[in-house]
């Protein structure tokens, strides 16, 4: 299916006079591409003392709304890490009733930041906040338990 | 007389210009290769093991990680063999908001591609601007799928979400100010006497050779051979657009960049295309919420990624998880070419042949 045009190396490289390369005319036009760009605006962001803001659907840090989640497992179940655990029971706290969770865990050290979790959860419970600063000393700061999931997670903003 | 022997030079695994953790074992005549060994699988994650225990849906996002810089192409090619094993229908407004996506993601690769290979023979200033380019493009990810790199863009059927308000009016503004950049890339490269020097006549493979190598991809259109999944197999609506396949003869790392060059601008002209021809309507697809593959059924199905043919080989398990699930993936067919490429070349011309076959080890190692 396929035709072969031609197997002979040859070259398609720019052919140039003597002139051209006398006078090194390719490497000046370069140069003066490069010369303009001197005084255009700047595009790169200093990033610790400005920051970034992420579009609205951008897929960052895990949170749980505590109030709303029913602990129903499918977040759990759809997870293809398996970094999502947590425990449900039933009863009547925090003015509602039926079931809760009791105690819930994210391993965002494992997570694929993949959205399989908020697409299933009938409550829009679990959700992906805008944070995307999630780095840590210790692998089990990336474990975030309820009260972080809930209330969002410490991050130091650089102050100038 | 002096006697000499044969030298054995070991380069990598964190060798900065093998692009990732590819280990290289340069058997070495003075400065000449008269050998290369490939050690690789420093990455290796197993992905296909890990696809027979994740049901259908799970295993999008890890189609990501393989190839990395252009995660949209491996969803693709993921999702439409599922796709083909259930026979599910796509709508028409993902099938070609899909295509714009995924040359996109074609765009953003050969970006990198040329912002690593320049920088790996000397020219820093395409580092700065390819990555400038590069960065609206992850831009548009992040809005319209949710992430910059690992996208997990598709699912079966469809798009996870529509894309978002003033997306396409930004895509399209994008595309039409895209071809002059291409154009400042080459007023520098191009005629660039060290570029000349550095890249003609380098890592020369015959179309006869690159064909019984199995290469493909730009790999195999800078040897000469016309061929395009696009256009011999078309898939996800390619048949419906219209571009032109770049195809250079002189089979060396010069030809190879003229080839991703123009591919960059087909690219543009097929977002183009693929956006003026996207009708409203529904984006999520009819797949059902638990796919259930039958016993032994099985699809094949191939895409031209930006490194060549990619292809997905799915087995039905009878439940919801597949039975196998094989990835062709071109970077690992393609890194074949290492050894005949580099016979004969000094030991920089090693550097330049890694940057040609734009490998990601994330794809090779799977
Ligand atoms: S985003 Fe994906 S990997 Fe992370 S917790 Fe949710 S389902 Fe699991
Ligand atoms: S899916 Fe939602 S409601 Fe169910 S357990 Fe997870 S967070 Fe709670």
């Not at chain 1, 000046?28 to 591409?33: A, C, D, I, P, Q």
């Not at chain 2, 003869?249 to 097929?270: A, F, H, K, N, W």
């Not at chain 2, 734009?358 to 090779?364: A, E, K, M, R």
């Amino acid at each position: 299916m396929s035709t072969i045009v031609s197997s002979a190396p040859s070259s398609s490289a720019p052919e140039k006079t003597f002139l051209e390369r006398f006078l090194l005319v390719e490497l000046l036009k370069g140069m003066w591409l490069t010369l303009k760009y001197t005084f255009r605006p700047k595009v790169t962001v200093q990033y610790p003392l400005e920051r970034e803001s992420v579009h609205p659907n951008y897929r960052g840090i895990l949170r749980v709304d505590e109030s709303t989640c029913i602990a129903c497992y499918l977040c759990e179940k759809i997870c293809p890490d398996k970094c999502i655990h947590l425990e449900g029971e039933r009863g009547y706290t925090k003015g509602k009733g039926g079931k809760y969770a009791t105690y819930f865990y994210i391993d965002h050290a494992r997570c694929l930041f993949c959205g399989l979790c908020e697409e299933v959860c009938p409550v829009d419970s679990i959700y992906h906040s805008n944070e995307y600063e999630a780095a840590v000393y210790n692998r089990v700061d990336a474990v975030h338990d309820l009260q972080i999931l809930d209330s969002g997670h410490n991050i130091i903003h650089y102050e100038r | 007389m002096l006697e000499t022997k044969e030298f054995e030079l070991n380069m990598g695994p964190q060798h900065p210009s093998t692009h990732g953790v590819l280990r290289l074992v340069l058997h070495l005549d003075g400065e000449t290769v008269l050998d290369v060994d490939t050690v690789m699988g420093y990455l290796h994650r197993g992905t296909e093991k890990l696809c027979e225990t994740r049901n259908y849906y799970q295993n999008v996002p890890f189609t990501d990680r393989t190839d990395y810089l252009a995660a949209p192409y491996n969803n693709l090619g993921y999702v439409e063999a599922v796709e083909k094993l259930g026979g599910y229908q796509v709508s028409e407004r993902a099938l070609y908001a899909r295509m714009a996506i995924v040359e996109l993601s074609r765009i953003a690769s050969h970006l990198f591609w040329l912002a690593t290979h320049a920088l790996d023979i000397g020219a820093q200033t395409m580092l700065f601007w390819c990555t400038r380019e590069r960065e609206v493009i992850l831009d548009f990810f992040e809005a319209a799928l949710g992430d910059r790199l690992t996208t997990s863009a598709f699912k079966p059927g469809g798009l996870r979400r529509d894309l978002p308000e003033g997306w396409v009016e930004a895509v399209l503004e994008f595309c039409s100010t895209f071809p002059a950049r291409v154009e400042e890339y080459e007023t520098l490269l191009n005629a660039n006497r060290i570029w000349i020097e550095r890249t003609v006549g380098v890592g020369v493979i015959s179309g006869e050779d690159a064909i019984a190598l199995g290469l493909s991809g730009p790999m195999l259109r800078g040897s000469g051979v016309d061929h395009d999944l696009r256009k011999v197999l078309p898939y996800g609506g390619y048949e419906t657009v219209d571009f032109d396949v770049p195809v250079y003869p002189d089979c060396d790392s010069y030809s190879r960049y003229l080839v991703r060059m123009e591919e960059m601008r087909q690219s543009t002209r097929i977002v183009q295309q693929a956006l003026a021809k996207m009708p409203e309507g529904k984006i999520t697809g009819k797949a059902p919420k638990m796919i259930k593959i039958a016993e032994g059924v099985e699809a094949y199905h191939v895409v031209e990624s930006p490194r060549g043919e990619l292809g997905y080989y799915l087995i039905g398990g009878g439940k919801d998880i597949p039975y196998k699930c094989k990835i062709r993936a071109p970077s690992f067919c393609n890194l074949q070419a290492v050894g005949p490429m580099c016979k004969g070349h000094l030991i920089a011309d090693v550097v330049t042949v890694i940057g040609t076959i734009d490998i990601v080890l994330g794809d090779v190692d799977r």
